[in-house]
Nanobody, 125 residues
Framework: QVQLVESGGGSVQVGGSLRLFCAAS????????AAWFRQSPGKEREGVAF???????FYADSVQGRFSISKDNAKNTLSLQMNSLKPEDSAMYYC???????????????????WGQGTQVTVSS
């Protein structure tokens, strides 16, 4: 049974930083694709950062240069470092994992079979 558990969300002021974590059990980040998605009220869920089994990463344009996704295969933990946060970054953030690898420009949310429960990020001005 796969379980993904996020932590690290919270409240921060504009321009601040947060780091999110996602601990996995029953799934190895050394295979497939892992990602962070976010969803705010009234908006569709958006994939913001992705990391392949080979470590290649890619980002949504809205977070490029500010967010950094990484993984620790030994600890089986996924991370998202978020810098220069903006009010529009406020959302529920979810980690997700797929046993299928992912390709920039060819992401299908349906490929992500495993999801965490979400952690709230609030950025205030």
């Amino acid at each position: 049974q796969v379980q993904l558990v996020e932590s690290g969300g919270g409240s921060v002021q504009v321009g601040g930083s947060l780091r999110l974590f996602c601990a996995a059990s029953g799934y190895s980040y050394s295979s497939g694709c892992a990602a962070w998605f976010r969803q705010s009220p009234g908006k569709e869920r958006e994939g913001v950062a992705f990391i392949r089994s080979d470590g290649r990463v890619f980002y949504a344009d809205s977070v490029q240069g500010r967010f950094s996704i990484s993984k620790d295969n030994a600890k089986n933990t996924l991370s998202l470092q978020m810098n220069s946060l903006k009010p529009e970054d406020s959302a529920m953030y979810y980690c997700a994992a797929s046993r299928v690898n992912c390709y920039e420009g060819g992401i299908d949310e349906a490929d992500f079979a495993y999801w965490g429960q979400g952690t709230q990020v609030t950025v205030s001005s």
